[in-house]
């Protein structure tokens, strides 16, 4: 299978800081894939660099089929390639259904169709979504009242509602309340599986990544460390070390 | 376009333009430094920059007006604004430090309309002058002028510039100031009292634009309204130069003196102003797509 | 569609009998009624950018100078009749403006925050500086409008009525653009920029056109500024940063940036109260406005409607459903 996302030998520092180092992966279309690693390890880097967040010091970023190495952000999210925050940015002004109104499709943003009202179509699709994540009820509240947690579901949302090919997920599960995190998953698979979007998953809890993920890579100190599936991965020593070292 | 070619015709022209802009440019540098120290220190841009030069100014032509000489005035005229600036931040400023930019902006673009308003009430918006008494040495028979004022107040403001870091090195108060600078919260935490920090910090700034306004009272002229291109150089030079960068922001406010005075003679002494000002949006514009082309901002 | 509740049209329906017989009522007043119509469109402009796109501009008073100087060159130099010319001259100022503001537009809606604001101070200022050394614009002696051809006073009503219908054609143009996607996108460019970069959106696009709408009520307002004042000097009437281009701001926010209503509630309030008291200021008006300045946005930046906004969130449509009604669904 023909991977939809192609990272390969990127390389990106900070002044001194070596972030990633010659990092390579690949994430086949239609699949969940996971990216492990301690604090530090350079996985947010890794995330900034290949939406354009920044320029990398060396490398190449393929998806579907594109060279996106030196697009800038939002090209590349106009081909389909989302991303959400490890720190949660959502509209905070406006209320979680304006939110979720202006997340549609960006080809849906034409350069007449944007003077129009949204449609009655988007409109239920905006709030089935906020369903979908739990939030209907709060739908007319503005998203900066929201708690965190509950802002990260809406960013969630808000990224399904655009229909990307691919989604980067930075830690969507850091700040949420255990007891709904199970949920949170199951949402997940659902969003792969049902829309068919791609999902390469940041994540810090490991039991977590190991239920979700069906193949995962492991960052340490900037450089790609192991890769395999959760089992392999799991009972890797190296991952192991690298985790009881950080913490 | 005439005074262009009377450039490459007497190149002595030339030289004379460069001193003269280097002179002018360490002044420029003194109220740009102050407005590096309070965007680095309080995240602040303080749009009423210029009208603490301008006050200086005013204050050492007053004193020079009691009998006291205008280069005795430039430390009186610094403490005084100090005195000021301090106030300022007590009755004002601190209300707005940890707001949103804009709301700082707007508050101090307000003060600096008060100020100037203010100066033009009270002292009527007539141009003066600090006479100094100082002459003017011939160099290169006579094709090179330089009014000694220009030399004595290019020192000055060296000076002024160099006992301001050697106090932010030196002195408790400095590395407190430094200390908040790297990271305000990690400053409290060690019992640096932030808010008294920032008093200072302000005030020291309004100190060193006294200073520089003094020397401008000295060396030209002071009248009501010339805060807010004083404004705009500080924030061109500390665009150029970057916060925290003493040596890049004398060389960027040299450069400017220097392009100011040659615009001023190509272009005319009435579009000078319209240079300035348009020099700021060149600049912004031009940092702007620099960033951009290394998917970065302009932050 | 769906018609406006009868509720919703009767604050527009007084404000337009007012406007309509405001000249007839207090005759006397014509020039400053004139001018409160200038201010809600200045109000309302600014706030297009400042308060829904959170592009705070103090640069927006070029717009104002552009069309006013491009009305009074064409009123002069081409020899048409005098409506003609006047017509024509707005809607040369109106392109003009639109063009200027695409032109710096890509440049200058590039710079974030501080930046923004700052740039824009300096371009509003250079423009000024320009035009009073530019000879073809009369240079710092600025230009007088051609005299109007009608009965003595009557340029007064016939420019206090194009100014209000300028207004009355704003305000509805600015509700439709607030109130489709383009709203939105807008106020998204507001609360995160990066965050609608990230998710695709054309912020250039939608930047660029929001300060060329700005732009273009603006330019058509200097042109009949220009000839309701009589006289254009150009740091005092075209290019007025420092009266003009920061009331813009300050009635914007005081009325409540960011909300419908507030500038044309601030515009009102910022004039009338103008006034009646600048006279009793005794020429320490201008002191009075960098405190006034100082005072709203130290102690009130959130405007009287944003105020309104905080204490009664329902009535602003902000509420949680019922559980009845999710039940429902
Ligand atoms: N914008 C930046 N400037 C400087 N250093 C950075 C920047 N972003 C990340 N870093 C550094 O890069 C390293 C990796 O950070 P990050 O990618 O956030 O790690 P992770 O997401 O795995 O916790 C860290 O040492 C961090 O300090
Ligand atoms: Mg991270």
Same mark, same amino acid.
């Given at each position: ?14 002044? $001194? ?34 939406? $354009? ?45 304006? +939110? ?76 949420? +309340? ?17 829309? $068919? ?51 | ?83 000021? &600036? ?24 307000? *003060? ?11 002292? &009527? ?38 006992? *301001? ?135 | ?43 309302? #402009? ?52 639109? #063009? ?56 007064? #009503? ?84 420092? #009266? ?86």
């Amino acid at each position: 299978m023909t991977p939809i996302l192609e990272v390969q030998h990127v390389r990106k520092s900070f002044g $001194g800081v070596v972030a990633n180092d010659d990092v390579s992966l690949a994430v086949p279309a239609g699949k969940i894939y996971g990216l492990i690693g301690p604090n530090g390890s350079g996985k947010t880097t890794l995330f900034n660099s290949i939406v $354009g967040q920044h320029p990398v010091d060396g490398g190449s970023i393929r998806f579907a089929g594109r060279e996106i190495t030196t697009l800038r952000v939002p090209q590349i999210a106009r081909l389909g390639l989302l991303r959400t925050f490890q720190q949660t940015r959502i509209y905070r002004g406006m209320t979680c259904l304006q +939110n979720m109104l202006i997340s549609v499709p960006p080809a849906g943003l034409g350069w007449r169709s944007v003077y129009l009202r949204p449609s009655a179509a988007e409109e239920r699709k905006a709030e089935d979504l906020l369903q979908f994540v739990g939030l209907h009820a709060k739908r007319h509240l503005p998203g900066g009242d929201l708690s965190f947690g509950q802002q990260k579901l809406l960013e969630f949302a808000m990224a399904l509602m655009s229909q990307p090919k691919m989604l980067l997920l930075d830690e969507p599960t850091a700040g949420i +309340n255990p007891t709904l995190i199970n949920g949170l998953l199951e949402r997940l698979r659902q969003a792969n599986r049902d829309f $068919g979007i791609t999902l390469l998953v940041i994540e810090h809890n490991m039991r977590v990544i190991m239920q979700l993920a069906e193949y995962i890579y492991c960052l340490a100190h900037g450089e790609l460390l192991a890769e395999g599936k959760p089992e392999e991965v799991q009972k890797d020593q190296r991952v192991l070390d690298a985790y009881l070292g950080a913490t | 376009m005439e005074n262009l070619r009377l450039l490459f015709a007497a190149p002595s022209l030339s030289l004379q333009l460069l001193l003269d802009g280097v002179l002018i440019g360490a002044i420029f540098a003194l109220a740009a430094y102050g407005m590096a120290l309070v965007w680095g220190v309080m995240g602040l841009i303080n749009v009423a920059q210029g009208e603490l030069v301008m006050l200086g100014g005013y204050a050492a032509y007053f004193l020079y007006r009691a009998g006291i000489h205008p280069l005795l005035g430039v430390p009186v005229a610094a403490i005084l604004l100090f005195i000021l &600036g301090w106030a300022l931040y007590r009755v004002v400023v601190f209300r707005v430090v940890d707001k949103d930019l804009f709301i700082s902006i707007l508050a101090t673009y307000g *003060l600096s309309i008060l100020l100037q308003q203010l100066a033009n009430g009270l002292f &009527g918006a007539n141009v003066r002058t600090a006479e100094s008494g100082f002459g003017t040495l011939v160099l290169l028979d006579g094709a090179v002028t330089i009014s000694e004022i220009k030399l004595v107040a290019f020192a000055a403001a060296l000076l002024a510039g160099a006992a *301001l870091i050697v106090f932010l090195k030196r002195s408790r108060m400095g590395q407190a100031i430094r200390a908040t600078s790297q990271n305000a919260r990690a400053a409290r935490v060690m019992g640096i009292d932030t808010d008294r920090v920032y008093a200072w910090t302000f005030g020291l700034n309004a100190a060193i634009c006294g200073a520089s306004g003094a020397l401008v009272a000295m060396t030209w002229i002071v009248h009501p309204y010339l805060g807010l291109p004083y404004t705009v150089r500080s924030f061109m030079i500390v665009i150029l130069a970057g916060l925290g960068n003493v040596f890049g922001v004398l060389a960027a406010a040299l450069g400017l003196g220097v392009a100011e005075n040659f615009a001023g003679f190509v272009l005319g002494a009435e579009y000078q102003a319209a240079f300035i000002f348009g020099l700021l949006v060149v600049i912004l514009v031009w940092r702007r797509f620099s960033l951009a082309r290394q998917r970065r901002y302009l932050t | 569609m769906k018609l406006p509740a009868p509720r919703e049209l009767l604050i527009p329906a007084v404000i337009l009998a007012f406007g309509l017989l405001a000249p007839v009522l207090a005759p006397s007043y014509r020039g400053q009624m004139a001018f409160l119509w200038v201010m809600i469109v200045f109000a309302l #402009t600014w706030d297009l950018l400042g308060g829904q796109m959170g592009y705070n501009s103090f640069g927006n008073i070029l717009f104002f100078g552009v069309g006013m100087y491009a009305c009074v060159v064409v009123q002069r130099d081409l020899h048409l009749g005098y409506y003609a010319a006047l017509f024509l001259g707005m809607g040369v100022g109106a392109l003009l403006a639109v #063009t200027v503001g695409a032109l710096i537009g890509s440049g200058l809606l590039g710079l974030r925050g501080h930046y923004f604001a700052i740039g824009t101070l300096g371009i509003g200022i250079a423009a000024g500086e320009l035009a009073s050394g530019w000879d073809f614009v009369g240079g710092g002696g600025g230009m007088v409008p051609p005299l109007f051809p009608g009965a003595v006073g009557g340029r007064e #009503t016939f420019f206090y009525y194009l100014s209000f219908a300028l207004a009355v054609v704003t305000f509805p143009v600015l509700r439709f653009l607030y109130a489709g996607r383009f709203g939105l996108a807008i106020n998204a460019i507001r609360d995160d920029e990066d965050k609608a970069e990230a998710m695709g959106l054309r912020t250039t696009r939608y930047k660029t056109t929001a300060w060329c709408v700005s732009a273009f009520f603006l330019g058509l307002m200097g042109g009949v500024v220009g000839n309701l004042v009589g006289f254009i000097d150009p740091r005092e009437v075209a290019f007025a940063g420092s #009266t003009f281009g920061v009331w813009m701001v300050l009635m914007a926010i005081l009325g409540g940036k960011g909300t419908l209503w507030g500038p044309v509630l601030g515009a009102a309030i910022f004039h009338v109260t103008k006034e009646l008291f600048w006279t009793y200021l005794l020429g320490w008006q201008r002191v009075a406005l960098g405190l006034l300045i100082v005072v709203i946005v130290v102690f009130f930046p959130r405007g009287i409607l944003g105020w309104a906004r905080e204490r009664w969130p329902e009535r602003f449509g902000q509420r949680v459903d019922e559980p009845a009604s999710e039940a429902g669904r």
